[in-house]
């Protein structure tokens, strides 16, 4: 297992919107890994244990899917993950 590090964003952060508590609910969902303060324009990061990125990415995909997340965090970077449009976990992960 490796540190490995996913970037995210708040959408709507500093508008009094629901965003930081989505973050909370998120890192709740990661228990385990670190979720960083958001920056200045709400950017922050996951870091965790994986054995590599793509288990990395998945586990936050599945993480914001299973905390109900996705309409106040998305990726930095677009995930190259089958399925990422769901809505929820995908089976058998």
């Known amino acids: 297992m490796a540190e490995e590090r996913?970037?995210?964003?708040?959408?709507?952060?500093?508008q009094?919107?629901?965003?930081?508590q989505a973050r909370e609910e998120l890192a709740r969902a990661?228990?385990?890994?670190?979720v960083t303060e958001p920056d200045d324009v709400g950017e922050f990061?996951?870091?965790l244990d994986a054995r590599d990125r793509?288990?990395?990415l998945t586990r936050v995909f599945d993480a914001i899917a299973a905390?109900?997340?996705?309409?106040?965090i998305v990726?930095?970077?677009h995930p190259d993950i089958p399925g990422h449009w769901r809505t929820s976990p995908s089976p058998g992960r």
């Open 6 to 14: 996913v970037g995210l964003l708040l959408l709507h952060y500093g």
């Open 16 to 20: 009094g919107s629901r965003d930081e």
């Open 30 to 34: 990661l228990a385990g890994a670190q």
């Open 45 to 47: 990061e996951v870091v």
């Open 54 to 56: 793509e288990q990395a």
């Open 67 to 72: 905390s109900g997340t996705d309409d106040h």
């Open 75 to 77: 990726f930095v970077e």
